[in-house]
């Protein structure tokens, strides 16, 4: 008989521990088992549920423990129900699991007695934020319970004290269709008596700038606040009161804000708004329909980044360096100014000329300004916006410190649950900054950047980016929301807006890649997280997308013409042209069809839909077909000759033969040799080509790109100080300049999507079935590095891998959570499968010291990391070629060649300067 620690209280749905509020009224379970005996394997569950009638348990036979069914009768508005497990092998069972609570918040529209109300004439787009005003008499409250969301973003205060702790409530969503409130407990902020509630609205996303088009007001131009305040007194008698036209308005402090231009306050007034004329309000019809609760955690402060340098520019301004491009605000101390002195902060992810560098935000003048009040101490820091910045320049506030000054990270507060280290630091501060990035591109919507007058929910973005969100933060609430968002944004042909939510309205927005985020994102999130829910959500979405790009490839089944952004980026597209990609736009589009027809086939299989995955496994197919037919050759060459065409071909079986297979991963790997080992792919190939070229066997092709330093590569902006991930592989130019294109962020995302090869294959710590129910552990150890390791808090609990080597043995530590299995491929070894608990394995150490072998072909030299390292220096030095790159443009055509012709091949071009000093340093090397 096995046994067990107790399971975890348990989680609901996508949420952490307890939740008031939750959206639905059968919301799913799961748990964690901490420890269990080595033959432990669950078999059965108990659940028990607490509700008014006294609690009731249900006993499932099953080993599933992750998003189970909710056991009892569903939930009605505002229920609440005390939750606890306890699991079995066979015999006893485990002790109970700690309880959770949790609380249904309104589940129909009908709950709301309250009405959305705007200030008459207060709040206009030029003028200052107001406060909305309602006071009420009320019981003593033994629950307290507010509800409330708004037109714009909010703050409250209930009696003088802040509710709860999250900021830009209520986030973005597509509001016509989905938006978002929020339900807090206030019991402890309630008072027997008169009460005040004060809620001041800031334009946000509802009513602020949104876009590069420089337009604002998409959702409307008046400002609006629902709430809902409810009271449960000592006889369990429920007392409501809300929003109504009894509420009053007033201007706040804030006199101007928003998201990307920044917030103006005036610190000498009121900032809750006083006792100033009070506006009526005008009670607005809005759908409560479109009310839902929140699937993932807010946005809140999740972290303070004190001022590392405070520096004089060469014009002589005060600029604060945080050390870390982070989004948020800065809070800063000052005193001893006179009343109404204006202090202003601007903000900048770089420097230019040891000036702040803002050209990359555009039109965002990302500028905070105060007018003191003239205190002996004031906290000056803004609400109701946010920058993305790792520099900030002050003026008019005298003499600054850097205690004076700290960075607030915002963000949705995420958990995290994924971490890689490894022997090579620039390779773990890549990782940081990727981490970095997705904290700041995670402000509620999965964004681009999050600094310039854009920070838009780019489909493409998120679509390859998600399998690394999924590993580093706990996303499944955070993008099970945004899903919903694309769907409900989603044309009635299935055409897929490239930004969700959607604000640039293209009437027929079809782009490969961008799009393909409906098929993908959910597929991502089922393998990650087991949800299979997401399947069944997202299934007529991810179906309308394949549909329409079947429609619009027609009989030839080759989706071509028409706009595409393509391999958006590839590094050799020119600044102002990042069209420009080797890979032609048609062969990455239909490509893509036939990635995502996969994957709904799939999806439906894996919802019993039978007949729907057959179809669009006949789709697929077909389109496979017309892709090898009019794309590839019969030696498995492709058009376009480039890596991001082979890296989709040899990752989504797009390659008929064998022979069409190998052809394809010799070009590839070639390609890669023929950049010098540099990057040569944009948003769509950069997170394939490593996997692609393992996949071939090429590993040490993979490895010298991944840990390439010289521009365009990874590694390069880690060189150069990067602390995020930037857009552009040179966003900052090898000279220290900013990229002269007009997009030049340096917080995206896309490129850092490579970070999950990083813990599936450098560390080895791969989901083996959804939700990581079994773990594919296959650690790729490369002589680049003696050690890596990666640690995932899959749903089942905390899995790891770690792997050192010392040039005899190769060690593994694995880690499996209780409920999940690992299959374990270690180099040079049999496959085997092992259950939960901690293993180690000592095996040789498949980088052991090989005999020197004397290089037969050119290629050969290009492998040969040493060999490859002395004839780029000799070449460079002897003034014959300038860089890497130049000598592999150079050798390229002689890969074949015998490596003691690779002198004599430098020159095909004719010159004979530096000939001579190449054949006596090189010769001795190449020839036998
Ligand atoms: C964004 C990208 C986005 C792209 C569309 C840019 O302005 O910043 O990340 O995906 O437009 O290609």
């Not at 999250?166 to 008072?191: C, F, N």
Request: proline residues 7%; glycine residues 10%.
């Amino acid at each position: 008989m096995a046994r067990c620690t107790a399971p975890s209280s348990p989680r609901f749905e996508h949420h952490d521990g307890s939740v008031v509020g939750i959206g639905m009224a059968t919301p799913r379970l799961s748990w964690t088992i901490a420890e269990a005996d080595g033959g432990f394997v669950q078999t059965a569950y108990e659940v028990e549920v607490t509700r008014s009638a006294g609690p009731r348990v249900f006993t499932v036979e099953t080993a599933d423990q992750v998003l189970v069914p909710w056991p009892d009768a569903p939930l009605g508005s505002r229920d609440v129900a005390g939750v606890r497990v306890r699991v079995r092998h066979t015999g006893d069972w485990s002790p109970w699991s700690p309880p959770s609570t949790v609380e249904a918040g309104l589940l129909s529209p009908a709950d709301w007695t309250a009405s959305f109300v705007s200030p008459r004439t207060l709040a206009g787009l030029q003028t200052p934020a107001p406060v909305l005003r309602g006071r009420c008499t009320l019981p003593a409250a033994a629950v307290g319970r507010l509800r409330l969301t708004a037109h714009g973003v909010y703050e409250a205060r209930l009696n003088g004290h802040r509710v709860g702790d999250e900021v830009l409530a209520p986030g973005w969503t597509s509001y016509p269709h989905r938006l978002r409130y929020q339900t807090h407990d206030v019991t402890d902020l309630l008072r027997a008596g008169d009460n005040e509630l004060e809620v001041v609205l800031g334009n946000g996303w509802f009513r602020g700038r949104l876009g590069f088009l420089g337009e604002r007001g998409l959702y409307g131009d008046r400002l609006a606040l629902l709430a809902q305040l409810e009271v449960t007194d000592a006889d369990g008698e429920r007392h409501v009161v809300g929003t109504d036209k009894t509420w009053t308005a007033t201007e706040s402090r804030v006199l101007a804000d928003d998201l990307y231009d920044g917030q103006r306050t005036d610190l000498r007034r009121p900032r809750w708004g006083g006792d100033g004329p009070a506006d009526p309000v005008d009670v607005v019809p809005v759908d409560l329909g479109v009310l839902v609760a929140p699937d993932g955690p807010p946005v809140r402060v999740t972290q303070t980044v004190p001022a590392v340098a405070v520096t004089r520019s060469p014009s002589g301004a005060t600029i604060l360096d945080f050390g870390q491009v982070l989004v948020g605000w800065v809070r800063l101390r000052v005193g001893g100014l006179p009343a109404g002195t204006e202090v202003r902060v601007r903000h900048a992810e770089v420097l230019d000329g040891g000036e702040l560098g803002t050209r990359p935000l555009r039109t965002a003048r990302a500028t905070d300004t105060y007018l003191v009040a003239g205190g002996e101490e004031e906290v000056l820091e803004p609400a109701l916006t946010f920058h993305g910045f790792r520099y900030a320049e002050v003026s008019g506030a005298g003499e600054l410190s850097r205690a004076d000054a700290d960075a607030l990270v915002i963000g949705s507060d995420l958990r995290r649950t994924g971490w890689f280290s490894c022997s090579e630091p620039t390779l773990e501060r890549f990782h940081d900054n990727v981490v970095w990035g997705l904290r700041g591109n995670t402000v509620d919507v999965p964004t681009d950047c999050p600094q310039r007058d854009e920070r838009l929910g780019w489909t493409g973005d998120i679509q390859v980016f998600s399998p690394t969100a999924a590993f580093l933060f706990d996303v499944g609430g955070f993008l099970t929301s945004w899903l919903a968002d694309l769907a409900a944004d989603q044309r009635p042909d299935g055409s897929v807006p490239f930004v969700v939510p959607d604000v640039l309205h293209d009437p027929a927005p079809t782009a490969a890649a961008w799009g393909d985020a409906a098929a993908v994102v959910p597929w991502v999130l089922y393998e990650r997280t087991g949800d299979v829910g997401i399947l069944a959500r997202q299934l007529s979405s991810m179906r309308g997308w394949v549909d329409r790009l079947d429609s619009l490839a027609g009989e030839s089944r080759l989706w071509s013409g028409g706009f595409q952004f393509g391999d958006w980026l590839d590094p050799s597209a020119p600044p102002d042209d990042p069209f420009a990609a080797k890979t032609a736009p048609d062969v990455v589009a239909t490509a893509h069809l036939i990635r995502s027809a996969d994957l709904v086939a799939r999806a439906a299989e894996v919802l019993g839909r039978d007949e729907a995955a057959e179809h669009y496994r006949t789709v697929a197919a077909a389109v496979r077909e017309a892709f090898a037919r009019e794309y590839v050759t019969a030696g498995g060459r492709l058009l376009s000759d480039a890596p991001t065409a082979y890296a989709m071909a040899l990752q989504w079986d797009l390659l008929p033969t064998p022979g069409q297979r190998a052809g394809a991963q010799r070009r590839l790997a070639d390609l890669v040799r023929a950049s010098g080992f540099h990057i040569d792919t944009g948003f769509v190939g950069t997170p394939l080509v490593t996997d692609a070229l393992v996949g071939g066997g090429d590993l040490d092709v993979a490895y010298r790109l991944l840990l390439q330093t010289s521009c365009p590569s990874w590694l390069y902006p880690v060189t150069m100080g990067a602390t995020t991930v930037w857009e552009r592989w040179d966003s900052l130019l090898p000279d220290g300049s900013i990229n002269p294109g007009e997009m030049t962020s340096f917080n995206h995302y896309a490129l850092g999507a490579v970070a999950d090869w990083l813990h599936r294959v450098v560390a080895g710590l791969a989901p083996g079935a959804p939700g990581y129910r079994r773990l594919l552990v296959e650690p790729r150890p490369h002589e680049a590095l003696t050690s890596a390791a990666a640690r995932h808090v899959t749903p089942y609990g905390e899995a790891s891998v770690a792997w050192e080597r010392d040039g005899e043995v190769l060690s593994v530590d694995v880690v499996v959570p209780v409920g999940a299995d690992a299959v374990v491929r270690l180099p040079g070894q049999d496959e085997l499968t092992v259950g939960h608990g901690s293993h180690r394995w000592v095996v040789p150490d498949p980088c052991r010291e090989q005999p020197h072998r004397t290089p037969r072909t050119v290629r050969d030299v290009f492998d040969d990391l040493a060999l490859w390292t002395e004839v780029v220096d000799a070449t460079a030095a002897a003034g014959v070629a300038a860089d890497e790159t130049a000598v592999a443009k150079r050798l390229t055509p002689f890969l074949d060649f015998p490596a003691g012709d690779l002198v004599e091949r430098l020159f095909a071009h004719g010159r004979r300067e530096g000939h001579d000093s190449l054949v006596r340093q090189l010769q001795p090397l190449l020839a036998p």
